[in-house]
């Protein structure tokens, strides 16, 4: 079921009003609420099965550059104008913004659930896990052990901002992950595929869970007779998923406003400047449909873009 956001436009108005109060140039307020399950099937049977919710808001006032920042998981008027009248009495200011009236912003969904996990019964999902454990065993007698899971979290946001802005967005990510375990001739492999998506169930009830565990299968059974790869300096090709963790850690952080901005980047005076071979170009897109780097607004509310890093 769509999610209705614990703080209304008025009492999101009023927090933005009392967190200015102390002369800050901006202030936001973050809401979150996510709810994750996870199943775990080992060994042929469920070894265990997690459920639990994370309730909470965040404000934040900025004083130029400078932030100050505060939390709670009491939704209430008075839990949450206590954080807020603590944020705004941290710094005394020189701001003089009066905060816009916040109006709700209706938005195009571009990540569609069709099917909510919370409308799934449990046994659904245990008897998938079950199938996937069958599939990979019957591949071959070397797989000794079959470890299958499936994760899925639902993270609703609401922010609401100075400038008038109350949007909230819905972020429903799911997870199916097998590992293959191989044994033989003193050798010990695993083979992995973990598949996920921004999405309901739908994505899960998609899969083909048969193929995914005979491939995990396979890659542990291969892996067994496998050579030692040849040492050295070689070229490498990145696979697509991780090469995307690569990226971020090695170039990302430098790219972030909160390098940039305080000048504390190697990159913050690199615009229009060569940074990288000639063959890289970098794209951070966050709308392609139901991709799990994907959003409808990133956490300051603003609706994502497909934007070149480098080029």
């Not at 913004?97 to 659904?124: F, G, K, N, W």
């Not at 299958?148 to 802005?165: C, D, H, K, Y």
């Not at 615009?271 to 449909?289: L, P």
Request: glycine share 10%.
């Amino acid at each position: 079921m769509r999610w209705q956001a614990p703080v209304d436009t008025r009492l999101a108005s009023e927090c933005i009003g009392v967190a200015l109060s102390g002369g800050a140039d901006f202030a936001d307020l973050f809401v979150e609420d996510r709810t994750e399950c996870s199943v775990t099937y080992l060994d042929g049977k469920v070894k265990d099965a997690v459920s639990g919710q994370s309730l909470g808001a965040g404000i934040r006032v900025l004083h130029g550059q400078r932030a100050i920042y505060g939390y709670t998981s009491d939704l209430s008027r008075d839990g949450l104008l206590e954080v807020v009248r603590a944020v705004a009495s941290a710094e005394k200011g020189s701001g003089t913004i009066v905060a816009r009236e916040p109006e709700e912003t209706r938005r195009q969904l571009h990540h569609p659930v069709r099917t909510y996990p919370s409308d799934v019964p449990m046994q659904r999902r245990v008897d998938m896990l079950a199938l996937a454990d069958r599939s990979a065993r019957s591949y071959s007698e070397a797989i000794s052990q079959v470890e299958v899971s499936m994760a899925e979290t639902m993270q609703n946001v609401l922010i609401a901002n100075s400038e008038g802005l109350y949007v909230t967005d819905e972020r429903p990510y799911s997870r199916f992950f097998i590992k293959a375990i191989a044994t033989g001739g003193g050798e010990r492999q695993e083979g992995h595929r973990s598949p996920g998506r921004l999405a309901g169930f739908e994505f899960v009830d998609g899969l083909d869970i048969e193929e995914l565990a005979r491939e995990a299968a396979e890659a542990a059974v291969l892996m067994l007779s496998a050579d030692y790869c040849k040492a050295g300096r070689m070229p490498v090709v990145i696979d697509k998923g991780f090469g995307g963790v690569i990226f971020h850690e090695a170039c990302g952080h430098l790219l972030e406003t909160t390098s940039v901005a305080p000048r504390v980047s190697i990159l913050s005076d690199k615009v229009g400047q060569q940074i990288a071979h000639q063959a890289v170009t970098a794209i951070d897109d966050g709308t392609i449909e139901n991709e799990w780097g994907s959003l409808g607004v990133d956490d300051e509310g603003m609706p994502v873009t497909r934007t070149t890093l480098i080029e």
